[in-house]
Every structure is written in C-alpha cells, then in structure tokens.
C-alpha cells in the first residue's frame, strides 16, 4: 500500500464517535496502573549499557577535571566534546526497538506505542539532565565561569547532536539508523574540536548572546524533529490498524 492510497484511506474514512467510553474502559476488569508505576516498569526495559556509559562519562569528567590546571578552559572543552557521546547512546537506546524490528510487537502490549516512546524518552531525558546537572558544579569549581553559562555551554552540543539524529530518523528508515546517529555524534565531535583549537575562543562572555541565540535556535529545531517523530509513531500505529 502506497502512501498516497494510504492518504487517501486516512481522509475518507471517518472514525465513529465512541459512546460512554470513559464509562465502559474504568467497568473493564483490569488492574488499573498509576503513572508512577508505570514509568518504573519502562526504567527496566532500558538497556543496562545507558546507565553504565553515563556513569563512565561522568567518571571521565571527574578525571578530566583534575588532570588541567585550575581555570584553564581545556577542561570545558574536553568535557563538552563529551556530551555528543551520551546523546548518541540516548538516542539510539529510544529508537532501539524500531531498529530491531521490535515496534510492531510493542504496539500489541496493554500499553501504546508512543506512551512506550514518550516514556522513555522522559526517563532517558531525565538520566541526561541529571549527569548535566552533576557536572555543572564540578566544573564551576574548577573555572572562573558562572555555573548558569556552563549550562549552556554544555546544553550546545547536546541539542545540536539531538537535532540531527532525530532529523535524520525521521528521513531515514533503516537498520543502519544507529550508524548515523552515531555519524551525528562524531561530526558534532569534530565541530567541538574544531572550535576549541581554533584561535577563535568560544567561551568569551562577548560570545554569550550569540550562544543563547543558537541555543534558542537549536531547541525550536529539535522540538519540531521530535514532534515529527512522534506524529510518524502515531502513524505506524494508525496504519498497523488498517491491516488487521
């Protein structure tokens, strides 16, 4: 089935409005599940390697932090070069049952698709700001930079590696997608190096507009990426629909 006939499909078949819905699912006979529980059943089905390289990178940063010099900005520089690595082991671990050809059995599961999705973005999400928000003040100790900036100088890298991988998952559908997120990881890498060892000093406070601007940038980007990914996870879900 084309997409254009799969379009078509989609808006001439006009879906009956449910009566007394709410009514007859809290009737049904089920186990009912809070929020809470469960976003920790999700914590489970996330891949042990997430956590571990998370931890090895914050070990990493512990490291690089006392092998410089006091207030020499190297130490940002080698941490922020770092974070491409942790968004490219996010992303992949959310877009791992896909990959893996897993997307359709999920949707079989008591819970939907992109409840799956968000969950687990939410709980990765979180994983993500919490070692940011660990390394913040350890690095503030060690350079003369206000924690705030630190922030968003390290939020840089992460949003330009989360923009492009989504953009190209959502371009790109392939089980060699990991590959190229990791490509991403590795060319926002390179643009870090780049940057750092260029006679042009990034972490200047005459520079600090200019990064608020491309962070702003950057994050209307990536919501729109995710969005999209999001919209064409509800899509699978709708045409999975059509052939049963």
Known sequence: ???????????????????RKEEFLSNLPYPKT???DFLRSQVGYIHKRVWVTSFILFILILVFCHSFKKDDLRILMAVSAMIPILTSVTVTEIIRS???????????????????VLARMGILGMGNMLLLLLTIPV???RIEIESVWIGV????PYLL????SFALINRFRSNEITY???GAAVLVWCLELLLNYSR???YEPRYISLWLAILALLLIAFSKELHKYIKNTEELLWNSSLTV
């Open 98 to 116: 896909s990959v893996f050809g897993m997307d359709e059995l999920e949707m079989t599961t008591r819970y939907n698709l992109r409840s799956l």
């Open 161 to 164: 590696t989360c923009f492009i």
């Open 34 to 36: 809070r929020g809470q």
């Open 200 to 202: 042009l000093t990034i």
């Open 153 to 156: 100088y390290l939020l840089g």
């Open 1 to 19: 089935m084309n997409s254009k006939l799969k379009k078509a499909i989609k808006c001439s078949y006009e879906i009956p409005k449910p009566k």
């Open 139 to 141: 690095l503030s100790i």
């Open 180 to 182: 190229y997120c990791a």
